[in-house]
């Protein structure tokens, strides 16, 4: 399909956000209650030998940043990787990224909600989950329906809490290491590498999924107030994540024993209570708290654009890309928070092992829109000439060879991860089958509604 027509299909969209905003929103999806409380799962498999992890997974998520800012400078589209994916790719490959992504995004929506309801047990124990759920479900509804503008400019605040209490730890943390009032512990208890030298590769593919979110700034381009907007985001995405994750990871592990971080509390409580700070405890279940409905609150926004740009493209039924007086796709919107529901029940209900089904599908949905990405740029910049090249208003230092390196990194990352999980390799390999069999049913009946 033209360019020029996958870009008219989006029109309705409001171009207010700004680059700090776009960002934020990007910022606020990635860094979840996974790096808060769940960093001692990556320290349990590498010990200290996790930074090594979080630093390759930096670069595997620098070259996913570049290959979208160079595509999203010269496409901006609340499509993004699925509009990239079917322009230089195929359709198949354009609706799968963007469906499976959808999916996966709106899932994670849900299961936010149902763990801000956790946290708030802490405080209120006798209030009911589902009261919270519901509360906090209406609430971010109704941020969603305002204008982007508006969106923008709260999830820009929400995100900046976490975002001020991550970087408040690493200079506590680093503090305490530089005046020696805690012992270092990179080699403390058994070495840099105390379950052996491959290890951090072993850890990786946990890192790498903390990562997840940078293809987000990616979807808020559709809605970019320019054009000049959207460089400067992908840079603050990627810069922003890098030094959080890499900044507290190294931390993490230099004030804490490998061995015993997160077994009793989060470190980072650990942490503010060796610099004595009051009330650490309950400062950090609100950051969590926030941490987790910034993140449904950035997941319900991406989602509801990826199921906005699949119901323009014609992959998803006409109402679901109609616009309200704000320019919020307000039925898709609502078609995206079906994630709440489904966590609800299988909070409720479900056997054990079903989260751990959903997960493999939504880092199946993720991993999608990081391949689709790497091999759309890949063929875009194969198909520029060289003054093309120097004109792109934002450019991948590596050209097309970085993407190919990220994607091979990215399907070594895969293949690690259904290694060592049979439940994720087969939620992942049901995934795909089932998108596929949507995607042939949905372009079949399209052919035969034409004819």
């Given at each position: 399909?033209?360019?020029?027509?996958?870009?008219?299909?989006?029109?309705?969209?409001?171009?207010?956000?700004?680059?700090?905003?776009?960002?934020?929103?990007?910022?606020?999806?990635?860094?979840?209650?996974?790096?808060?409380?769940?960093?001692?799962?990556?320290?349990?498999?590498?010990?200290?030998?996790?930074?090594?992890?979080?630093?390759?997974?930096?670069?595997?998520?620098?070259?996913?940043?570049?290959?979208?800012?160079?595509?999203?400078?010269?496409?901006?589209?609340?499509?993004?990787?699925?509009?990239?994916?079917?322009?230089?790719?195929?359709?198949?490959?354009?609706?799968?990224?963007?469906?499976?992504?959808?999916?996966?995004?709106?899932?994670?929506?849900?299961?936010?909600?149902?763990?801000?309801?956790?946290?708030?047990?802490?405080?209120?124990?006798?209030?009911?989950?589902?009261?919270?759920?519901?509360?906090?479900?209406?609430?971010?509804?109704?941020?969603?329906?305002?204008?982007?503008?508006?969106?923008?400019?709260?999830?820009?605040?929400?995100?900046?809490?976490?975002?001020?209490?991550?970087?408040?730890?690493?200079?506590?943390?680093?503090?305490?290491?530089?005046?020696?009032?805690?012992?270092?512990?990179?080699?403390?208890?058994?070495?840099?590498?105390?379950?052996?030298?491959?290890?951090?590769?072993?850890?990786?593919?946990?890192?790498?999924?903390?990562?997840?979110?940078?293809?987000?700034?990616?979807?808020?381009?559709?809605?970019?107030?320019?054009?000049?907007?959207?460089?400067?985001?992908?840079?603050?995405?990627?810069?922003?994540?890098?030094?959080?994750?890499?900044?507290?990871?190294?931390?993490?592990?230099g004030v804490m024993p490998w061995n015993r971080a997160g077994v009793t509390e989060s470190p980072f409580v650990s942490v503010f209570r060796h610099a004595n700070l009051p009330a650490a405890p309950h400062l950090m279940n609100f950051v969590v708290l926030t941490a987790a409905l910034s993140g449904a609150n950035a997941a319900l926004y991406v989602s509801s654009r990826m199921l906005f740009s699949l119901a323009r493209r014609g992959w998803a039924p006409v109402a679901l890309g109609r616009l309200n007086a704000a320019g919020s796709p307000r039925s898709a919107l609502l078609a995206s928070s079906f994630g709440i529901v489904v966590a609800l029940v299988l909070e409720k209900w479900a056997p054990k092992d079903a989260f751990v089904y959903i997960l493999g599908a939504a880092l199946c949905g993720l991993m999608l829109s990081w391949l689709v990405s790497l091999a759309a740029h890949a063929v875009f910049r194969h198909r520029l000439t060289p003054e093309e090249v120097r004109n792109l208003p934002m450019r991948s230092p590596g050209g097309a060879w970085l993407s190919v390196v990220g994607l091979i990194l990215v399907c070594i990352a895969m293949a690690e991860t259904w290694s060592g999980s049979h439940l994720a390799l087969l939620s992942s390999a049901v995934y795909l089958v089932v998108l596929t069999a949507a995607y042939l049913l949905i372009r079949t009946r399209g052919q035969a509604a034409s004819n």
């Amino acid at each position: 399909m033209p360019v020029a027509q996958q870009t008219n299909q989006e029109q309705g969209l409001r171009h207010q956000l700004s680059a700090g905003q776009m960002a934020m929103v990007a910022v606020g999806g990635s860094i979840g209650t996974g790096l808060l409380l769940g960093s001692a799962a990556a320290l349990e498999i590498a010990g200290p030998g996790v930074i090594l992890s979080y630093a390759l997974a930096a670069f595997i998520n620098f070259t996913v940043a570049m290959a979208l800012g160079e595509l999203s400078s010269m496409h901006p589209a609340a499509g993004s990787f699925g509009v990239y994916g079917e322009l230089y790719l195929n359709a198949w490959a354009g609706f799968i990224s963007r469906a499976g992504y959808w999916a996966a995004i709106a899932m994670s929506v849900g299961v936010d909600l149902v763990a801000s309801a956790t946290y708030m047990a802490y405080w209120f124990p006798a209030v009911p989950a589902l009261l919270w759920v519901v509360a906090f479900s209406a609430l971010l509804l109704l941020i969603n329906l305002r204008s982007v503008g508006s969106y923008g400019r709260f999830e820009y605040w929400f995100a900046m809490i976490k975002v001020v209490t991550i970087l408040a730890f690493i200079v506590i943390g680093a503090g305490l290491l530089l005046s020696h009032q805690v012992a270092p512990q990179y080699t403390a208890q058994g070495g840099f590498f105390p379950k052996g030298a491959l290890a951090p590769l072993l850890a990786m593919a946990f890192a790498l999924y903390t990562f997840g979110g940078v293809e987000m700034v990616a979807i808020t381009t559709g809605e970019s107030r320019s054009a000049g907007e959207i460089p400067r985001a992908v840079r603050l995405t990627f810069g922003v994540l890098t030094f959080v994750y890499l900044g507290a990871i190294t931390v993490l592990v230099g004030v804490m024993p490998w061995n015993r971080a997160g077994v009793t509390e989060s470190p980072f409580v650990s942490v503010f209570r060796h610099a004595n700070l009051p009330a650490a405890p309950h400062l950090m279940n609100f950051v969590v708290l926030t941490a987790a409905l910034s993140g449904a609150n950035a997941a319900l926004y991406v989602s509801s654009r990826m199921l906005f740009s699949l119901a323009r493209r014609g992959w998803a039924p006409v109402a679901l890309g109609r616009l309200n007086a704000a320019g919020s796709p307000r039925s898709a919107l609502l078609a995206s928070s079906f994630g709440i529901v489904v966590a609800l029940v299988l909070e409720k209900w479900a056997p054990k092992d079903a989260f751990v089904y959903i997960l493999g599908a939504a880092l199946c949905g993720l991993m999608l829109s990081w391949l689709v990405s790497l091999a759309a740029h890949a063929v875009f910049r194969h198909r520029l000439t060289p003054e093309e090249v120097r004109n792109l208003p934002m450019r991948s230092p590596g050209g097309a060879w970085l993407s190919v390196v990220g994607l091979i990194l990215v399907c070594i990352a895969m293949a690690e991860t259904w290694s060592g999980s049979h439940l994720a390799l087969l939620s992942s390999a049901v995934y795909l089958v089932v998108l596929t069999a949507a995607y042939l049913l949905i372009r079949t009946r399209g052919q035969a509604a034409s004819n």
